[in-house]
Structures are given as C-alpha cells and as structure tokens.
C-alpha cells in the first residue's frame, strides 16, 4: 500500500495568513493526489483533485501543488471558517490511501 | 444535490457482523460512472478506504479487509449496504458511504455521508 505522510500533523495560525500543509507519497503517484477538508462532526469534503485542480464550488484561496512524491495544499489568506482538518488522498492505485491529517486551528 | 446517509446500529458484538445501509438522494444510484464506496474512522484517527460497488454492480474491496467484507446495491430503495463480518474491538469506527468518481481518470470522492460510529463491544 501506498503511504502519505502530512506534515506538520498540527498548526495554529491568523486570520490573513498564508498557511501550507505538505503530504509525502512513499512512492511516486504521478499528479494523483486529493486534498479533503474536515469539520468536527462533518463529512469530509474535496478541495484539489490532480494534485492541483480545483473542485467546483472551492474558494480560490486553496491551492495545491506538486508531483511524484512531494504534495502541498495552500491556503493563501486564512479565513475563520478554514478551521479543520486536512487530509491527502492518493488516487494513484487501490487500495486508495489517506494521509494521518493535519488540524488547523485559527489563533 | 446528491446526499447521502447512513443507518444501522450503533452497537455490535464482538465476532458477529456489522450492517450498515447508505440511503441516497437527490441522484440515481444507478446512474452510470459513479462509484459507490465505504469508508471508516477510527477515533481519532485518518480514513481507511473499504470498498465499492461500481453501477454495473462490480465490487472491489481493501485487501485488508477483503475476507470480511461484502458490499450490495438495492436499486429499488436507491441504497446501498456494507456487511463487515467477524468484528472485533478494532472495527470501532465512525463508518461513512460516499459517491466515488474518477476526475482526470482517477478514483476522488465528492460526496460522503456524515457518518456513523459504530462500537464493538459485549
């Protein structure tokens, strides 16, 4: 199975900031990489699908970037309601396989 | 919009079997492309990915679990179910269904199921 590795595993930031979260393939997956939002007690809910496509419907603040094994998701200005946790997503071979996530907390 | 939900007892046994229903509305379950797939949390941890059944009524299961695991489709009730057998203290998750596509060819998830926690104990 193909492991995804975030970092960090927690970050607290403020309102405005630019805020990156990295995910580590442990083997190439090309650009097949999804990014998930999650509120507590929530569905996930898809940001950037390719690696760097964004779902319909998602602020334009997320980005995503990356190939192979190196994957970041951006936020360019964090915004009260980006409070969550964040999960990567290979899509490259099943079993599909989630990073451990990351929390993002507002100051 | 499509939703989704999931029922189904919130309890089990250790070593009996686990079912879960996913009722789905606002689209057809039938309609072709979509992959309709299980997921599960464990407390306080990252996703695991299940399985699926795919409209033409393929499945396709996590090896992990591949033994346990049975996934069906009731097109009359636009649902669709999981039967985990054999469960243990390490099934104890929040369980989710969600609707699979492939975007650029490859298998994303762009509706889920809120969840449901199911608890394995005597």
């Known amino acids: 199975d193909i492991q995804l590795t975030q970092s960090p595993s927690s970050v607290s930031a403020s309102v405005g900031d630019r805020v990156t979260i990295t995910c580590r393939a442990s083997?190439?997956?090309?650009?097949?990489l999804g990014w998930y939002q999650q509120k507590p007690g929530k569905a996930p809910n898809l940001l950037i699908y390719?690696?760097?496509s964004l779902q319909s419907g998602v602020p334009s603040r997320f980005s995503g970037s990356g190939s192979g094994t190196d994957f970041t998701l951006t936020i360019s200005s964090l915004q009260p309601e980006d409070s969550a946790t964040y999960y990567c997503?290979?899509?490259?071979?099943?079993?599909?396989?989630f990073g451990q996530g990351t929390r993002l907390e507002i100051k | 919009q499509v939703q989704l939900q999931e029922s189904g007892p919130g309890l089990a046994k250790p070593s009996q079997t686990l079912s879960l229903t996913c009722t789905v509305s606002?689209?057809?379950?039938?309609?072709?492309?979509?992959?309709w797939s299980w997921f599960r949390q464990h407390p306080g941890k990252g996703l695991e990915w299940i399985g699926y059944?795919?409209?033409?009524?393929?499945?396709y299961y996590n090896p992990s679990l591949k033994s346990r695991v049975a996934i069906s489709v009731d097109r009359s009730k636009n649902q669709f179910s999981l039967k985990l057998s054999s469960v243990t203290a390490a099934d104890t998750a929040v369980y989710h269904c969600?609707?699979?596509?492939?975007?650029?060819?490859?298998?994303?998830?762009?509706?889920w199921g809120q969840g449901t926690l199911v608890t394995v104990s005597s």
């Open positions: 606002g689209g057809s379950i039938s309609s072709s492309g979509y992959y």
């Open positions: 083997q190439g997956i090309s650009s097949w």
């Open positions: 390719a690696a760097s």
């Open positions: 969600a609707r699979a596509r492939l975007l650029n060819d490859h298998y994303y998830i762009d509706y």
């Open positions: 059944i795919y409209y033409s009524d393929i499945t």
């Open positions: 997503q290979q899509a490259n071979s099943f079993p599909i396989t």
